[in-house]
């Protein structure tokens, strides 16, 4: 399929340049005056490439340009921590890392930043967190927001998989903002933080149950640019389908989705004139298919987009119902 495997690429090649950007500055790129020490200079950037080759089970971002998130119950306890340690940091821009998906952030973080710009920090922080370091300083370039001049990106661990960071400038010191903030913010909700850890890869609060049917999901908010995802643990044993193959067929139906039939985003990117495309004299609402190894179904309404992987035996004329339903108890309870 050479329109799916076209986007992939496409934005694969917008992410590694925003790396590059990220991490060294757009004047480094664009105004090469020594070629060796730039060869030195983008083995920096490596890790993070790494990461979006590998694309790592979980996390979709880095295809769909939407920020990974994730949705804890105990929302405005966290919102609040994060709205004051960011303001007690002199920053407008702070945000909650759990299992690398955003658990929450402050507002200019999601007004100002550009979805891809968010979705690069997450994978940054994730890489930054991997290496087992308490805390880091480290100078980042936003490739909209401020792509020649460097932000400081203050990260921390609260507890293992949940990390605080924000966006600031000269001040404050990292060890002023370990030693007088990270305690005075956070200690107080460290079993708020436990409870948002045991989500795990889940993504949704406990309270939300999903139909026994439904073997994974992804989640768009189309006006905010924020994602879930999760798998379902299957009651089959063996299960229909390993956690890999899960993940890799939710990725290629949301690429099928939108370079066929939910093709807006795309066409605000780069022109697609494909016949196909053009035989629509309308915006499709919805699509499926069917396989040997699952049924997919893809829904979208102005402010959501839902992509569904359900068990073979779903009847193919329940499919709309049962998107519309689970799309329901997620956003009703959340107000995703």
């Known amino acids: ?35 060796e020490r730039l060869k030195r200079d983008l083995r920096s950037c490596f890790s993070l490439i790494d990461q979006l080759l590998e694309e790592k089970q979980g996390y979709l971002g880095n ?5 990974d998130s994730l949705l804890p119950s105990s929302s405005i306890l966290l919102q609040e921590a994060v709205d004051g340690f960011a303001q007690a940091a002199d920053s407008e821009f702070g945000c909650l890392v759990v299992h690398g998906r955003i658990a929450t952030a402050t507002e200019e973080w999601w007004r100002q930043l550009v979805p891809q710009e968010i979705v690069l920090l997450s994978a940054l922080i994730r890489t930054l967190s991997a290496s087992g370091s308490a805390s880091c300083d480290y100078p980042v370039f936003l490739p909209q927001f401020s792509p020649t001049v460097a932000h400081r990106l203050l ?7 949940a990390d605080v960071c924000v966006l600031c400038g000269s001040t404050p010191s990292l060890h002023k903002a370990e030693t007088e903030l990270v305690g005075r913010f956070w200690l107080p909700l460290v079993e708020t933080l436990r409870n948002c850890l045991a989500l795990g890869d889940r993504c949704l609060p406990g309270s939300i149950s999903l139909r026994p049917d439904v073997l994974a999901l992804l989640l768009i908010n189309r006006e905010t640019r924020r994602s879930v995802s999760c798998l379902q643990n299957s009651s089959h044993h063996p299960p229909i389908l390993s956690k890999a193959r899960c993940w890799e067929l939710l990725k290629l139906f949301y690429t099928f989705s939108i ?19 053009l035989g629509f ?20 309404t102005p402010q959501h987009q839902l992509y569904l992987l359900v068990m073979p035996s779903v009847p193919t004329f329940a499919l709309g119902t049962l998107a519309t339903q689970t799309l329901s108890d997620i956003v009703a309870p959340t107000g995703f």
């Not at 295809?63 to 920020?67: D, I, M, Y």
């Not at 990260?155 to 998989?161: A, C, I, N, Y």
């Not at 795309?266 to 494909?274: A, F, G, H, L, N």
């Not at 309308?282 to 979208?300: D, M, W």
């Open 1 to 35: 399929c050479g329109t799916e495997e076209e986007t992939r690429l496409q934005r694969l090649l917008e992410n590694v340049w925003s790396c590059m950007v990220l991490v060294l500055g757009q004047d480094e790129l664009t105004n090469v005056r020594n070629v």
């Open 63 to 67: 295809l769909t340009h939407c920020a």
């Open 155 to 161: 990260r921390f661990q609260l507890l293992p998989g």
């Open 259 to 277: 370079s066929r039939y939910f093709t807006q985003e795309e066409r605000t990117q780069r022109d697609i004139t494909e016949d196909f495309l």
């Open 281 to 300: 004299s309308h915006q499709p609402q919805q699509c499926y298919l069917v396989t040997e190894e699952c049924k997919c179904y893809a829904l979208q």
